[in-house]
């Protein structure tokens, strides 16, 4: 008897979906909700392992993008943990894990994440708009397409943030001043991460990692199934 063969892919959305759906289970309904939560470092690194496992032919623009990412997300939490001038008055909680002058670790790779995820996903968004266009023979400025790309994955990852922040106040990842999340955080998730998306779209790597876009849904439908029981 022959078996199909199964795709690195296919692993990665399966250890995906596996780790968020027992997550969910663990969190809504068992007794053992503060193990499943302090595990939530975990779960992002695995996440974050699998996004570089499957993202194909890793060259040094990626890494490059990677690392400033990651250091560009620590260092605005850091201003605006200490100083409230970006995000607003606000403060991490012990889930998150070890933590660096008041930021923790997990929240760079966070931003990875989230803007390395959103960046694929738009790009597999633009190449289509382009193509209908293409057939219809009609040709996108170049300029255009960078800006439209910019802009609406920035809205992605900030449209994103929205959603996370009612479950991670819930769940103590982070605290804000009297339980009101700024609309200035937004403003700032928007910018920041517009910026790092202008340097997704300079760095010459692949940009077609399908398991970055199925992880987004996951975890936006983790975030809403948590919000809609807890």
Not at 115 to 144: A, F, T
Request: glycine share 6%; net charge positive; aromatic share 18%.
């Amino acid at each position: 008897m022959k078996f199909p063969s199964i795709s690195t892919l296919n692993i990665a959305i399966f250890i995906a979906l596996l780790f968020h759906v027992s997550g969910a289970i663990g969190i809504i309904f068992t007794p053992y909700k503060s193990w499943f939560i302090d595990n939530t470092p975990t779960n992002l690194l695995i996440m974050c392992g699998l996004l570089i496992w499957q993202h194909p032919d890793k060259n040094a623009h990626f890494w490059l993008f990677f690392i400033t990412t990651f250091l560009v997300g620590m260092g605005v939490e850091m201003v605006g943990v200490h100083t409230g001038k970006l995000f607003g008055s606000y403060h991490y909680g012990k889930p998150m894990g070890k933590q660096l002058n008041g930021v923790p670790y997990l929240i760079g790779i966070n931003w990875v994440v989230v803007v390395y995820s959103c960046g694929m996903l738009q790009q597999k968004i633009n190449d289509w708009i382009v193509s209908k266009y293409e057939e219809r023979n009609i040709r996108i400025n170049p300029w255009l397409q960078k800006f439209s790309f910019v802009f609406d994955a920035a809205m992605i990852t900030t449209l994103f943030d929205y959603y996370l922040e009612p479950i991670a106040i819930k769940l103590k990842f982070w605290y804000w001043k009297d339980d009101i999340v700024p609309d200035f955080n937004f403003y700032c998730w928007f910018a920041i991460s517009a910026l790092l998306l202008m340097l997704f779209k300079q760095m010459n790597f692949k940009t077609n990692n399908q398991f970055a876009v199925h992880l987004l849904v996951i975890q936006l439908l983790f975030f809403l199934a948590l919000q809609n029981f807890l």
